[in-house]
């Protein structure tokens, strides 16, 4: 990141704390070990001075939680280290160290964890709890200025449609299976053309469907207002096992039609989500929130509707420490805390358990 960047919360902060504060903030959940800082100004602007974030790759496969967790131990001094010296601080003038204590993978979010926890009680300063899930929708929200917006949260591990109601995030509809970026890891990976997942920023599945023209008709699952992609994903394995071998252009036919089924499920039951809670705004979070063509269909849907649509840009779409330091600071002007010895991991914590009280 270079240079700070500067927004207004999108919403009035309570009167609890009027002075300026910096909040250091650790993601570890899953394949990301990062760290954020933020300085908050005691109104409404929040300055994002650090956003470091070192991703672990898997050599092949997909992530193996232990190998990641000890690829964060060995990134985690220097992570930290790098974000200090971006915001131009010592560790001593941080005011508080917030953390994603989950949902993610446990061993990953313990190195997190024990950072913080270490950090908080050695320091004596303040430490704070952040769900990752509601950090994924806030930093969306800050960046875009959208205040009360449908959110559809895509990414390798969470595929949902949430909107705020009485101080929570409600779920509108969520796979009741495989996520979303999963469906398309795993398979891009079992046909042999992943990782790496993403390159040049198009994800592999993209690059595939280049190759192809046709649509071939694939398992659509929609469940109520939830999906269903495990279907999708075992009959376009198939598909390619049998056909896509010999033939790159079939193999191309095959992303393209499994990409445009999972899109135009998601767009069914975020478009009957809008319907439902008349929000006046889409905005797109998560790993997922910069694809291209995702977004086209998106703005298409948006446009029908008359009501606005942003997705959160790379910066802040995939995992980052900036968004838990933001929604750790958050947590904080609100009086949530925690003590280190009761920080737990809690690696299914859902979004909707989490109390939200800026939310209306
Ligand atoms: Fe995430």
Redesign the pocket.
């Known amino acids: 990141m270079s240079g700070s960047l500067s927004y207004i919360i999108p919403f009035e902060p309570p009167p609890l704390l009027r002075e300026r504060i910096t909040v250091l903030g650790i993601e570890s959940?899953?394949h990301t070990f990062g760290v954020g800082i933020v300085e908050y100004d005691g109104g409404r602007r929040v300055s994002i001075l650090a956003n470091v974030n070192k991703r672990y790759v898997p050599a092949k496969g997909g992530i193996h939680p232990r190998e990641a967790s000890i690829t964060h131990m060995r990134n985690s001094k220097e992570a930290i280290e790098e974000a200090l010296a971006q915001a131009g601080l010592k560790i001593k003038e941080i005011h508080s160290i917030a953390v994603a204590l989950g949902p993610g993978l446990g061993p990953c979010i313990r190195v997190g964890a024990t950072i913080a926890r270490f950090l908080s009680s050695r320091l004596g300063k303040p430490l704070i709890p952040v769900n990752?899930a509601v950090a994924?929708v806030e930093i969306g929200k800050l960046v875009s200025g959208l205040s009360d917006p449908l959110v559809v949260y895509v990414?390798g591990?969470?595929t949902m449609i949430l909107a705020g109601r009485e101080k929570s995030y409600r779920v509108y509809g969520e796979t009741l299976d495989i996520p979303l970026g999963n469906l398309f890891d795993t398979f891009t990976r079992e046909i042999g053309i992943a990782p790496p997942y993403v390159v040049g920023g198009k994800h592999a599945l993209d690059l595939c469907s280049e190759w192809g023209s046709e649509f071939i008709p694939l398992p659509y699952v929609v469940k109520g207002n939830d999906l269903s992609f495990s279907g999708l994903l075992t009959a376009a394995l198939q598909l390619a096992r049998r056909e896509g071998r010999v033939d790159k252009k079939r193999l191309g036919d095959i992303c393209l039609s499994l990409r445009e089924t999972a899109f135009n499920m998601l767009v069914e039951v975020a478009e009957r989500a809008l319907l439902t809670t008349e929000k006046k705004s889409i905005l797109l979070v998560?790993?997922v929130a910069s694809n291209t063509y995702l977004n086209r269909k998106f703005e298409l849907m948006a446009g029908e509707h008359n009501v606005v649509y942003k997705a959160t840009p790379q910066e802040f779409s995939?995992?980052n420490g900036a968004m838990i330091a933001y929604t750790g600071l958050l947590n904080f002007i609100h009086g949530i805390v925690v003590e280190p010895s009761k920080a737990y991991v809690r690696q299914r914590w859902r979004v909707d358990e989490v109390e939200v009280p800026w939310v209306r």
Do not use: A, F
């Open positions: 959940t899953s990752h994924h990414s591990g969470n998560g790993g995939g995992d």
